[in-house]
């Protein structure tokens, strides 16, 4: 039974940093890309970052140079930083996990098996 648990969510400053963590556990798969999600309210949701098994890596443009994807060594744990936060950035943020082979629409929601019930991340001016 897969799960993936979210932490490290908050309300910041804009400008200001935070890195979200994503537990998996369960993740038996030899080929697992995992992803981070975002949900604005009233938004539909949207594809930030990916990260394959071997390590490359996808950005959605909104987010490149200020959110880097990462994960352990293990891959049990999945990492975002997120830098120079903007207010645009308030959302839930999810992390997903795909067994899918090919290395196409990774940003694309309906690639995930496996979402985790989300962080809250509250950017003010």
């Known amino acids: 039974h897969v799960q993936l648990v979210e932490s490290g969510g908050g309300s910041v400053r804009a400008g200001e940093s935070l890195r979200l963590s994503c537990t998996a556990s369960?993740?038996?798969?030899?080929?697992?890309?995992m992803a981070w999600f975002r949900q604005a309210q009233g938004r539909e949701r949207e594809g930030v970052a990916v990260?394959?098994?071997?390590?490359?890596?996808a950005y959605a443009d909104s987010v490149k140079g200020r959110f880097t994807i990462s994960k352990d060594g293990a891959g049990n744990t999945l990492y975002l930083q997120i830098n120079s936060l903007k207010p645009e950035d308030t959302a839930m943020y999810y992390c997903a996990a795909s067994t899918a082979l090919l290395w196409i629409n990774v940003l694309a929601a309906g690639r995930y098996n496996y979402r985790g019930q989300g962080t809250q991340v509250t950017v003010s001016s």
């Open positions: 990260i394959d098994y071997d390590g490359s890596t």
């Open positions: 369960d993740l038996t798969y030899s080929h697992i890309c």
